[in-house]
């Protein structure tokens, strides 16, 4: 299988910014995903970045690649105690074939 | 409403059964994914489809199986040979943006 990264917890306050940092296998990837899980249920698709990108915004969350070091993060702005969940990010390319690779997930909790 | 669903949302078997796992989507995508969670850890593919009738082991296949007999549904059987059937499943199906959409899960133990 694939490895992909992350790190396993992050706690932020409430009001705060949070960035969950992701490391990728495939540099020739095409998709990059953020996916967020609440206890007991499924993935929900929270946003995605097309490989020639650098940047991607959706009003609270900000997407960044940096594609030399294989890098992804999600930045959550404002963060919320509705926003504590596990987050995974993902890659889907030509390498993983009709693949999609997770990371382990990262849990987000956020102290009121 | 369009989405995927999977039944029952527990599930509870003796060891040597066999048990299969239900999932339908009415989003009319032709990819389907089973995916095995395991506390800890990310989301190892089991099984998946990219058109009816046809289907792909994933990393780890030993002891599940699959169908895709209709567009709509791709149901998983747990098998006897599966040594640690005990976690949460999930199924997905995937539009041709490359978005891939999730059901609820089905949590699964073996005693």
């Known amino acids: 299988g694939e490895d992909v990264e992350q790190s396993l917890f992050l706690s932020v306050r409430e009001g705060d910014s949070s960035v969950i940092n992701c490391t990728y296998t495939?540099?020739?990837?095409?998709?990059l995903y953020w996916y967020k899980q609440e206890p007991g249920a499924g993935l929900q698709l929270l946003t995605y970045?097309?490989?020639?990108?650098d940047m991607k915004q959706d009003q609270r969350l900000t997407v960044l690649l940096n594609k030399k070091d294989k890098h992804l993060s999600l930045r959550i702005a404002d963060t919320q105690t509705g926003d504590s969940a596990i987050y995974f990010c993902?890659?889907?390319?030509?390498?993983?074939?009709?693949?999609?690779?997770f990371g382990t997930g990262t849990s987000l909790t956020v102290i009121p | 409403d369009g989405g995927i669903t999977q039944s029952p949302k527990y599930l509870f078997r003796k060891e040597g059964q066999n048990v299969t796992l239900s999932c339908e989507q009415n989003?009319?995508?032709?990819?389907m994914y089973w995916y095995r969670q395991d506390p800890g850890q990310g989301l190892r593919l089991i099984y998946y489809?990219?058109?009816?009738?046809?289907?792909q082991k994933g990393d780890i296949a030993e002891g599940y199986s699959v169908s895709r007999e209709k567009k709509e549904s791709f149901p998983l059987t747990v098998t006897s040979a599966q040594k640690n059937p005990t976690a949460f499943y999930l199924c997905?199906?995937?539009?041709?943006?490359?978005?891939?959409?999730f059901g609820p899960g089905t949590r699964l133990t073996v005693t």
């Open positions: 997905a199906s995937r539009d041709s943006s490359y978005e891939q959409y």
């Open positions: 495939d540099s020739s990837s095409t998709y």
């Open positions: 970045i097309f490989s020639n990108m």
């Open positions: 993902a890659e889907y390319g030509a390498r993983t074939g009709n693949q999609f690779y």
């Open positions: 989003l009319n995508h032709d990819a």
């Open positions: 489809s990219q058109i009816v009738n046809d289907f």
